[in-house]
C-alpha cells in the first residue's frame, strides 16, 4: 500500500494532512512463506528501538519516504496505537494510526499499513488494523477514517471486512492521478466491539503490509 498525492494537492492541504497518506497501494503477488500464523508475534509501540524497524518498512513500500520527525509525531504522540508483527525476531509488518478531534467528533486515522511481500495474504494486516481499531475504540473514538486507492482490490476488501464503508471518492488525490476511496467505520455498534475484543489478544511485548 503506497499512498502519494499530486503537487497541487500537497499545496492545498495542510502540512497534518500531507503527513497522513495511507500506505495502501496495491502489489503484485510473490512466493509466500511457510509459516504457522501462530508464530506471528505481535506488540504495541515499545520505545526509540522499535522506530527504525518502522521507518524501514515503510520506507521500503513508498515512493516519496517521509521524514523522521513525521514518523516521530506518530508514535511520540499516539504509541499505543502503533503495532508491529515479528516473525522469529524479524519485523515483518507494522500500522501506526492517530487520533484526534474532527468538528463535532473525536476520530481515529489510519496513516501507515505495511506487511512486507512474503507474509501477504495470512491475515497480518487485518490483525494490525483490528488491534489499532479496538484501541482506538477504547480510547474514546467515534470513528476510523483512512484512504485507499480505488483500483487496490485488495485493500479495499480488507477493509470492506472490517466494517468500512466508502464515504466519499477523492478524484485525482494520488501522484499518479488514481482516485481515492475515503473509508470510515463508525463507532460503537455492539457488533464491532464483539468483533475487535476477539481479534485482539495480550501483546507479547519481549518479541518483535501490505496485504
Known amino acids: 500500500f503506497v ?3 499530486t503537487h497541487t494537492q500537497r499545496t492545498a492541504r495542510s502540512k497534518e494532512e500531507q503527513e497522513m497518506e495511507t500506505t495502501n497501494k496495491e502489489e503484485p503477488e510473490i512466493s ?3 509459516f504457522n500464523d501462530s508464530d506471528i ?3 504495541s509501540y515499545g520505545g526509540e528501538h522499535h522506530l527504525p524497524l518502522i521507518m524501514n518498512l515503510v520506507d521500503e513500500e513508498l515512493s516519496e519516504p517521509y521524514s523522521i520527525f513525521t514518523y516521530r509525531y506518530f508514535v511520540y504522540l499516539w ?3 502503533s503495532f508491529l508483527a515479528f516473525h522469529k525476531g524479524r519485523c515483518v509488518g507494522t500500522v501506526v494510526c492517530k487520533m484526534g478531534e474532527h468538528r463535532n467528533t473525536f476520530r481515529g486515522y489510519i496513516a501507515m499499513l505495511v506487511v512486507i511481500k512474503p507474509y501477504r495474504g495470512r491475515g ?3 490483525e494490525l488494523v483490528t488491534r489499532s481499531i479496538k484501541a482506538m475504540m477504547e480510547s474514546g473514538c467515534d470513528e476510523v477514517t483512512l484512504e485507499a486507492e480505488v483500483t487496490n482490490k485488495g485493500a479495499l ?3 470492506g471486512r472490517l466494517g468500512f464503508i466508502r464515504a466519499k ?3 485525482h488525490y494520488y501522484l499518479n492521478g488514481v482516485d481515492a476511496f475515503r473509508l470510515k467505520l463508525l463507532f460503537p455498534r455492539p457488533e464491532l466491539h464483539t468483533q475487535y475484543g476477539s481479534h485482539a489478544h495480550s501483546d507479547h511485548r519481549d518479541s518483535q503490509i501490505l496485504e
Do not use: N, Q, V
Request: proline share 5%.
Open 124 to 126: 497480518i494486516a487485518t
Open 41 to 43: 508475534e505481535y506488540i
Open 79 to 81: 504509541p499505543h496505537l
Open 32 to 34: 509466500k512463506l511457510d
Open 157 to 159: 476488501a480488507l477493509y
Open 3 to 5: 499512498s502519494k498525492k
Open 169 to 171: 471518492r477523492l478524484f
